[in-house]
């Protein structure tokens, strides 16, 4: 049995009011096996597309490779624009080694309503994935869960779907976003309203889509 260990703590900036919540990385970040083109940061994975959406939504150029220029270009990223990044899970193991959500055994979360309370300007959870098995939304709901004092209520069930709760009376929101990973992009593919949209915009891609998505959650 593979355990799967996040290999970052979490990236919070004193300005965040913003937390990105994910899952785990692939396991080659655990090993440390990376490709080339990976950067040895959260969301690093060369297959992944956060960082590209990040770099169209706040207009920057940011390299793709494993170094340490790299890394920087991303935390600085997040520190300009109070953003943060807190994954879900803290391990997992795996019986099959792979990226899947699905294959996760026995995560071990972390303790995001602690880590919300030593970080009193976050008032909005991005979660890159939804509410599906093993999702940072489903991890959230089972992390607050029999917390008697912190209900989710919907906001928006449109996607990306919209949710609220109250913290030491702190409101703060969760939005569940299409997830950025590659594997993702079937689904947004058969979304009918990136169909919808790509009658009108051939050119139009699933990053695009996301960026249109997300901008307006990164930039409020």
């Avoid at 790299?70 to 792979?98: F, P």
């Avoid at 880590?115 to 909005?124: G, S, Y």
């Avoid at 947004?188 to 990053?207: E, F, R």
């Amino acid at each position: 049995m593979f355990k799967h260990q996040h290999p970052y703590p979490p990236f919070i900036p004193e300005s965040a009011t913003k937390l990105i919540v994910g899952t785990l990385p692939p396991p080659r970040f655990t090993t440390g096996d990376f490709k080339p083109d990976d950067v040895n940061f959260c969301y690093g994975s060369r297959d992944g597309q956060l960082w590209k959406i990040l770099a169209q939504i706040f207009k920057v150029d940011l390299r793709f490779e494993n170094s340490a220029e790299a890394i920087e270009e991303r935390k600085n990223l997040l520190i300009e624009n109070n953003l943060g990044i807190c994954d879900m899970v803290e391990y997992a193991y795996r019986e099959k080694i792979d990226a899947s959500d699905i294959g996760m055994l026995k995560p071990k979360l972390r303790d995001l309503i602690g880590i919300l309370r030593e970080n009193p300007k976050v008032d909005t959870l991005l979660f890159t994935g939804g509410n599906s098995k093993n999702g940072p939304e489903y991890f959230f709901r089972r992390h607050i869960k029999g917390l008697k004092d912190i209900q989710l209520k919907k906001v928006s069930k449109e996607v990306p779907r919209i949710h609220q709760f109250v913290l030491d009376g702190r409101l703060i929101k969760t939005v569940s976003l299409t997830a950025p990973s590659g594997a993702a992009n079937r689904a947004v593919g058969s979304m009918g309203l990136y169909k919808q949209m790509k009658l009108k915009n051939p050119q139009l891609d699933t990053i695009d889509f996301r960026v249109l998505q997300y901008e307006p959650f990164f930039t409020e």
